[in-house]
């Protein structure tokens, strides 16, 4: 089993910066790929960006160029750096993480993030 816990979500005016934390724990051997995805107020969920063990990041194209996504194996820790923030970026945001050996997806409970003047 694998716990996620979000942080660093809140209020942000447009233009304005979060960073995002995930922590994982639980009993697994090693956490393998990373996400998050995020869903906005009557929008399907999506994909925002995704991270390999190896530090491989891709990025949903409305994302490209102001989130970085980065992480620490050593603390089971991802960080999602997010920069001239937008109103339509306004969601909740939802930790994913798979391990190996490949036991399912694992989400958390989300971080909201609004950003409104």
């Known amino acids: 089993q694998v716990q996620l816990v979000e942080s660093g979500g809140g209020l942000v005016q447009p233009g304005g910066s979060l960073t995002l934390s995930c922590a994982a724990s639980?009993?697994?051997?090693?956490?393998?790929?990373m996400a998050w995805y995020r869903q906005a107020p009557g929008k399907e969920r999506e994909l925002v960006a995704r991270i390999t063990r190896g530090g491989v990041a891709n990025y949903a194209d409305s994302v490209k160029g102001r989130f970085t996504f980065s992480r620490d194996n050593a603390n089971n820790t991802v960080w999602l750096q997010m920069n001239s923030l937008k109103p339509e970026d306004t969601a909740v945001y939802f930790c994913?993480?798979?391990?190996?050996?490949?036991?399912?997806?694992?989400w958390g409970q989300g971080t909201q993030v609004t950003v409104s003047s």
């Open positions: 994913v993480a798979d391990t190996f050996p490949y036991r399912g997806d694992y």
């Open positions: 639980g009993s697994f051997f090693s956490i393998n790929n």
